[in-house]
């Protein structure tokens, strides 16, 4: 196991013999209920089969960013925006789980200036209304080697959006329309990166 899948899917089955992962921030006693057996296609089910609900469409999308190395990877990593997303943790924001059990490469989005929320995260959403945005995120491995950053959903994304990712060790950028990957060499540590979302205009993409 080298990484945690997120869904937000409410009729994703939870399996015997796999591990979760569930954030619980109430002080009190919360109850697991088990709902009846739910069997895509079969009549009478009591639920009905999720949809995406992450379909990108104008105001509302996120961009992945998934990170690779030597036999280890990160990739569930989202930023995007939502026309009732905050700019501060609200409920699409998804804490970053602890590493997994043989995890190696870790991707976290930092947000220490959230009060009581702040942490790592996996999934950042921001306000729709905010044509700009900036997050800061960090690249973490136990060991040296090359690390590759791609993101794979960029084409599926609204054309009038662009991101730009920059290296803050090295400082060098990509405009992430122009190229599909960045390839570094990761000493042990961390490696820390700051992603840009401003509308693509001809004197912005540069």
Not at 23 to 45: C, E, H, Q
Not at 137 to 143: P, T
Not at 177 to 186: D, K, L
Request: glycine share 8%; aromatic share 10%.
């Amino acid at each position: 196991l080298q990484e945690y899948t997120f869904t937000e899917d409410l009729s994703t089955p939870i399996e015997p013999a796999r591990g979760y992962w569930v954030k619980i921030t109430a002080t009190r006693p919360v109850d697991v209920i088990w709902p009846p057996v739910f069997i895509v296609g079969v009549g009478g089910s009591p639920r009905a089969s999720g949809s995406d609900p992450w379909t990108p469409r104008q105001g509302r999308f996120r961009l992945q960013i998934a990170a690779r190395g030597e036999g280890c990877g990160d990739t569930k990593n989202f930023f995007g925006i939502a026309e009732d997303a905050s700019a501060g943790p609200d409920r699409y924001d998804v804490p970053k789980p602890p590493p997994a059990p043989e995890g190696r490469l870790r991707v976290t989005i930092d947000n220490p200036d959230w009060g009581a929320d702040a942490g790592p995260y996996a999934q950042d959403i921001r306000p729709a209304s905010d044509r700009e945005a900036v997050w800061n995120f960090s690249v973490m491995s136990d060991r040296d080697g090359e690390v590759t950053l791609t993101w794979p959903n960029l084409s599926q994304l609204p054309k009038d959006v662009a991101f730009r990712l920059t290296d803050l060790q090295t400082g060098a950028v990509r405009n992430l329309r122009s190229v599909s990957a960045y390839t570094f060499r990761m000493s042990e540590g961390v490696r820390r990166f700051k992603l840009e979302m401003f509308p693509a205009t001809p004197s912005r993409v540069m």
